[in-house]
Structure formats: structure tokens, C-alpha cells
């Protein structure tokens, strides 16, 4: 059994990255994690800088996103079977490779449909890097109190990584040049990668199934279902809400800021998170999950009173403070369900589905201000919204069953 940390003391953070290994392998996935929160928004910012057009923009973003939202789950598979080490190297060569390309391509000003396979090499090859940490958190601790802590600090960075990465994102593209943000996110994927990846004292073990539990895939495993449609739907309010501000600020003569009111939403998420994550609860899981996304139709509808920049960067801080925690307690309720050979597997599916979600987001609210304007894509992102919502609420007997049954 791997080495445990010494009992928390004031501040339960500081206790498990005190675990051999931690702080090193946490944050080097943080640095690896970084160009999640910029391609996206930097594909929409290259491609509309450089061909004037949102439609076309949100078409590119989505194509990568969903190239990425359903091959992570193969690479994360491979990874159970075959080791992070063995599987990720490649996978980091052939991302740089898709990025590289599609920033060529746009740069050269090829036709759409050049920049699609590029925009798949790019998503389609990306580990999900929150997921390997999170795997390595679990194989580290034995403690289910210290593994709240740790999946609570590995939200609380994912949503820091979503304040630092739009902000640079949108500074590059639109003060430097279009491209200038995936051209950093290539080069931080890459550092950041083999940092993560050279640490092999912390890499989990391939574990091995029994033969009778190897046919059935993790996304089959009961409550996944709902988990990752309910994720799917977060995702596209993340995805569409990108989108529908840059055109909002955009309106406003003041596109820049987009990504500053996009990082306040990420700090409204990350602030909860960290809050979350410091104490220990005796509800059931299930319970404060569906707290947590009933939350979002609510909070997201306070974007009807927006009229401005600054109050709607308030509106989306308050919406944040329900994303963190939600997360947080979707990744407990997850790791329960599956055994330990199909657990960063199963972790990916999180990612990936809100990975899908966004994507989906991305095209709808592409289109929909294309025609109509960014008053139309955040009606999306309202409509994604109370979707989660409903469908959390219509499926809260089945997550209740799933956790009582644990």
C-alpha cells in the first residue's frame, strides 16, 4: 500500500501534498493542463481573427473538442492497460503535430476543411492530463477524507487553470497575433507533458481484471449513464458561454476583455472549490451533487440582468461558485463506481463528456450569434443550463440508489 501522509493539521491541503511525490506530480499536470483552457478559446480567436467568421470558428473549436471528447476515453483505456508513461509520449508527439498544423494552416489561409483534420490530430491526441493526476492522487492515498482534499485542490487548479489560460489566450490573439495562443499552448503542452511524465516513482500501477469484468466498458457501468449526460450538458454551457462572450464584448468594442470576464467566472468556481475541499461532509454524495446542479439554471439566468462587461462578469462569478464543488463530488461519485483498473478511464469520462458538451456548446452558440448576435449564444448557455438542471433532478433517485448502494 503506497505511503500515506501524516494526519492534516491546520490546513488540509498543505497535509496531502506533503505525500512523497505529490507536489512534484501535481504540479507538473497542472502546467499540462494549462492548454485545455486555451485551445479552445484560441482556435475560436485564431480562425475568427484570421477569417472573419464566428460560424466558422465555432466549427473548428468543435471539431477539436470532439475529437478530443471521444478518443481521451481509448487513450485513457490504454493508459489502465498499458501505463501513462507508454501511452502519453506518443500521444504528446502527435497533439504537437496537430497544433503545429493547424496553426499552418490557418496562417497560410487554406480552406476549412484543411484545418479539420489538423483540429483532430490536436484534440484526438490530448491526454487528459487532470485525469492521470487524479489516478495518481488515488493510487498515493488510502484515506477517503485526504482524496476529497486532493480531488478538491485538482478542481481548484483546473479552475485556475481556466482563469490564467483565457486571459493569455485572448491577450495573445488579440494584442500580439491571432495564432500567438495556440502557439504558446503548443509549447506549454509540451513542457508540461514530459514533465509529468518523466516522474515514473508516481505513476500507478497497470492493474489487472478479472476476465469476467473486462467486456463491460466503464461509460455501461450503472449511474455513468446519467453521469455523463449530465456532464454533457455542463459542458455545453462552459463551451457556449466562451463563445457568446467573446461576441458580447466584442459588441461592447472591447473583445479583449473577454477573456478577464471568463477568468472571473473560473475564480467564482475556483474560490468554492478550495472552500469545498477544506471540509469534510456526512451528507451523501449524491445528495450535494444534485444541490450542486440545480444550482445552474438558476445561476445562469441571472444573465438576463447583464448589460454590461462588468455585471455580466458578475453574474457569471456567481454562477461559478456552483461548477467547483459539482465537479469535484461528480469525480467522487465516479471513482466509486468502477473498480480500480477502469478508474482514469472512468475519470476521463468526466472530462471527456463535459468535453463534449463544450463542443456542442461551441457550434451551437457559433451559429446562433452568427445569426442573431451574443444575446443569442447566452440564450444557449441559459438553455444548457436548465437542462443539467432538470436532468439532475429527474435522475436524483438513480444517483441516490447508486450511492446508498456503496
Do not use: C
Amino acid at each position: 500500500m503506497p505511503e500515506t501522509a501524516a494526519p492534516p493539521r491546520s490546513n488540509p491541503y498543505a497535509a496531502v501534498l506533503r505525500t512523497p511525490g505529490a507536489l512534484r506530480f501535481s504540479a507538473a499536470g497542472s502546467l499540462a493542463r494549462l492548454p485545455m483552457s486555451m485551445v479552445g478559446i484560441g482556435a475560436v480567436l485564431m480562425v475568427q481573427g484570421l477569417y472573419d467568421s464566428y460560424a466558422m470558428a465555432g466549427r473548428v473549436a468543435a471539431v477539436l473538442g470532439l475529437a478530443q471528447a471521444f478518443i481521451a476515453p481509448q487513450i485513457a483505456r490504454w493508459v489502465d492497460r498499458r501505463g501513462q508513461r507508454t501511452v502519453l509520449l506518443p500521444a504528446l508527439a502527435v497533439s504537437a503535430v496537430g497544433l503545429g498544423g493547424l496553426v499552418t494552416a490557418a496562417v497560410l489561409g487554406a480552406p476549412e476543411w484543411v484545418l479539420w483534420p489538423f483540429a483532430v490530430l490536436a484534440g484526438g491526441s490530448q491526454g487528459s492530463y487532470g485525469s492521470m493526476v487524479r489516478a495518481r492522487w488515488n493510487h498515493a492515498l488510502d484515506d477517503p477524507r485526504r482524496l476529497h482534499t486532493a480531488y478538491s485542490l485538482e478542481s481548484s487548479i483546473d479552475e485556475l487553470v481556466y482563469i490564467v489560460g483565457p486571459v493569455l489566450a485572448t491577450v495573445l490573439a488579440t494584442a500580439v497575433a491571432p495564432p500567438s495562443a495556440l502557439v504558446l499552448a503548443l509549447a506549454v503542452a509540451v513542457v508540461g507533458g514530459l514533465l509529468f511524465l518523466v516522474q515514473r516513482a508516481t505513476e500507478p500501477p497497470v492493474v489487472v481484471p478479472d476476465a469476467e469484468v473486462r467486456s463491460r466498458p466503464v461509460v455501461l457501468t450503472p449511474g455513468m449513464p446519467v453521469m455523463v449526460l449530465v456532464f454533457v450538458a455542463m459542458g455545453m454551457i462552459f463551451g457556449s458561454m466562451e463563445v457568446a462572450t467573446v461576441a458580447f464584448a466584442e459588441e461592447l468594442g472591447n473583445k479583449g476583455m473577454a477573456g478577464v470576464v471568463l477568468a472571473i467566472f473560473a475564480l467564482g468556481s475556483m474560490l468554492a472549490g478550495l472552500t469545498y475541499g477544506a471540509r469534510h461532509f456526512t451528507s451523501p454524495a449524491a445528495r450535494r451533487f444534485v444541490i450542486g446542479m440545480a444550482a445552474l439554471g438558476p445561476g445562469m439566468s441571472l444573465y438576463f440582468l447583464a448589460s454590461s462587461l462588468w455585471t455580466l462578469a458578475v453574474v457569471l462569478f456567481v454562477a461559478g461558485l456552483a461548477a467547483a464543488p459539482t465537479i469535484i463530488t461528480g469525480n467522487g461519485l465516479v471513482q466509486d463506481m468502477v473498480g480500480k483498473h477502469q478508474l482514469t478511464e472512468a475519470l476521463t469520462w468526466v472530462g471527456t463528456s463535459i468535453g463534449i458538451g463544450a463542443s456542442l456548446g461551441a457550434w451551437l452558440a457559433g451559429a446562433r450569434v452568427e445569426a442573431a448576435g451574443a444575446d443569442a449564444g447566452f440564450l444557449v448557455t441559459v438553455g444548457a443550463a436548465w437542462f443539467a438542471t432538470l436532468l439532475t433532478l429527474a435522475a436524483s433517485r438513480t444517483l441516490r440508489r447508486q450511492s446508498a448502494g456503496r
